[in-house]
């Protein structure tokens, strides 16, 4: 069966500090990955996808970057941190194949102090 | 302009009774998927329901039903027989078929649902 992991669960980081989260899959192959941010109380908002190897789209302008390096890895990175990158991240994975369903990781709490 | 409109920010709903949450949805494309999701207070996002908008008939899951109605735009999650652990906080979703191969999924502001004793 299919999971996908996500780490850290909770980073505080203080602002002007780089990041990098961390998303990997497990059974499955070319998945299509995807990076969401929660904002406290809202909905959310995708960042960015991603449909193979080195292949990123980037939905918002934004102080964040992603990359692909392997097939079922996907890294959220910054390389200044923000106050308003405060939130929580979201790794989500579709099988890329038209079925429908979205899986999402257990998610990243980021505080930026 | 919003793509989903989730109107409730909060509901109560007894043990043991049936609640609906609202979603009203806004797209040109034919073709779309409708997606509902709990999420509990830990933070994950728990996949409940798909609908099709070509789907003749409403989906089922379990005690998750979804009240498509293609012409008015909504796509309300029924809950049936409401259970403490249902306490969370629920998202409606929608995906276009312009979006190819892609799920980037278009989500509302939710709604958050407890359930009393």
């Known amino acids: 069966s299919q999971t996908i992991h996500q780490w850290p669960a909770t980073l505080v980081q203080p602002v002007g500090s780089p990041l990098s989260l961390e998303c990997t899959v497990e059974g499955t192959s070319n998945p299509n990955l995807y990076w969401y941010r929660q904002a406290a109380g809202r909905g959310l908002q995708l960042l960015f996808y991603s449909v193979g190897i080195g292949q990123i789209s980037s939905e918002v302008p934004q102080n964040l970057s992603a990359s692909r390096p392997q097939d079922r890895q996907f890294i959220l990175s910054s390389k200044k941190l923000l106050l308003s990158d405060s939130g929580f991240y979201l790794c989500?994975?579709?099988?890329?194949?038209?079925?429908?369903?979205?899986?999402f990781g257990s998610g990243t709490q980021l505080s930026v102090l | 302009a919003q793509k989903i409109t989730q109107t409730q920010p909060g509901m109560f709903v007894q043990e043991k009774e049936a609640v609906t949450l609202d979603c009203t949805y806004d797209t040109s494309d034919p073709s779309y998927g409708l997606f509902w999701y709990k999420q509990p207070s830990s933070g994950e996002m728990i996949f409940l329901i798909y609908?099709?908008?070509?789907?003749?008939q409403n989906a089922t899951e379990g005690r998750y039903s979804l009240n498509f109605q293609k012409a008015r735009k909504s796509a309300n999650l029924v809950i049936s027989a409401s259970q403490l652990g249902d306490s969370a906080m629920y998202f409606c979703a929608m995906r276009e078929a312009s979006q190819g191969a892609t799920n980037k999924l278009i989500f509302g502001t939710g709604t958050l649902l407890a359930v009393q004793p």
């Open positions: 609908q099709g908008s070509y789907d003749q």
């Open positions: 989500a994975w579709s099988s890329g194949t038209g079925d429908e369903k979205l899986f």
